[in-house]
């Protein structure tokens, strides 16, 4: 029977990737209580945030803003549009383009999920200060990574 490679580089627990990955899951899985009192998904929050900074964006905006494509967040935004929190609207200036705008439930929902960084924040037992320098080098990774792509 052969001997199982020892090879460090290979060990699960010495892999970023798995440390993103890993701590991702337990971060939805946290936010998973947080939004159900607000009847909100990971998804529809992040697309809520965006639309909270800018109402009327495009679907591929916001699609480039959380680095996904339009495809996969159609469902999300049609669902927003039936809990009542959009409307999508055909751009006047190219109707193949679907803008998306909050609705009075939309942006009265964002006063409800003000709590939830603060929750994050005590969690996690790290200063604003840290969690803010850790999420700088989370998007110097990620632009490099993106950088990096063919």
């Not at 939004?35 to 909270?52: H, K, R």
């Not at 009327?56 to 996904?68: E, F, K």
């Amino acid at each position: 029977m052969a001997e199982p490679d020892a090879c460090s580089d290979l060990q699960l627990d010495h892999q970023l990737c798995f440390a993103l990955y890993s701590t991702s899951l337990l971060m939805t899985k946290f936010y998973k209580p947080l939004l159900t009192a607000l009847n909100l998904t990971y998804p529809q929050y992040l697309v809520m945030m965006v639309l909270w900074e800018e109402d009327g964006l495009s679907a591929g905006t916001i699609s480039q803003r959380l680095y996904t494509d339009t495809g996969s967040l159609t469902p999300v935004f049609k669902r927003l549009a039936r809990e009542g929190l959009l409307e999508r609207v055909r751009s006047e200036r190219d109707e193949r383009v679907v803008e998306l705008h909050l609705t009075e439930a939309g942006r009265a929902l964002q006063e409800r999920a003000r709590e939830i960084p603060d929750c994050v924040v005590m969690a996690s037992g790290q200063t604003f200060d840290e969690l803010h320098e850790l999420k700088e080098q989370l998007e110097t990774l990620r632009g490099r990574l993106k950088d990096a792509m063919p």
